[in-house]
């Protein structure tokens, strides 16, 4: 049973990640927003490897975080300083989930290129279709 939970998770991270190139098509909303569910879901399933991630590598996350609230400490806007700081915070946490879930198993890399390649043929033929249509309405 807990095998299965665990799959489902797994694939509901999958259809997040399979939804990126279409949340750009759509827009910032929506591309925040998928993050921020990969993000979420992503620590929830690899927690474990995040956690081996950060005791490896415990030197360069002291050091990153001395940096940040040094940068918190000396800033003149510090609600600037702490969007920026959120923002990589959101790139790192997401480039991490993917590298693991990327490496979690062999098709998904095979998978994530064929939703990038559909999203393209759904603007091409958008594009084709808007031209079409905007030509039609300059020669009438």
Do not use: E
């Not at 700081?85 to 998978?111: A, H």
């Amino acid at each position: 049973m807990f095998q299965n939970l665990s799959l489902q998770k797994s694939n509901f991270l999958n259809l997040l990640i399979w939804s990126l190139p279409f949340s750009i098509i759509l827009g910032n909303l929506f591309i925040n927003l998928n993050l921020l569910f990969i993000i979420l879901v992503g620590i929830y399933i690899f927690r474990k490897n995040l956690n081996q991630f950060i005791i490896k590598y415990i030197n360069y996350v002291v050091l990153f975080l001395i940096f940040i609230f040094i940068n918190l400490f000396l800033s003149s806007d510090l609600n600037l300083s702490l969007k920026g700081f959120f923002g990589l915070l959101k790139n790192i946490f997401f480039s991490l989930i993917f590298y693991f879930w990327l490496k979690y198993k062999n098709d998904n890399l095979k998978s994530i290129l064929l939703s990038i390649v559909l999203a393209q043929l759904i603007l091409i033929i958008s594009l084709y279709i808007n031209l079409g249509v905007i030509f039609f309405l300059i020669l009438v």
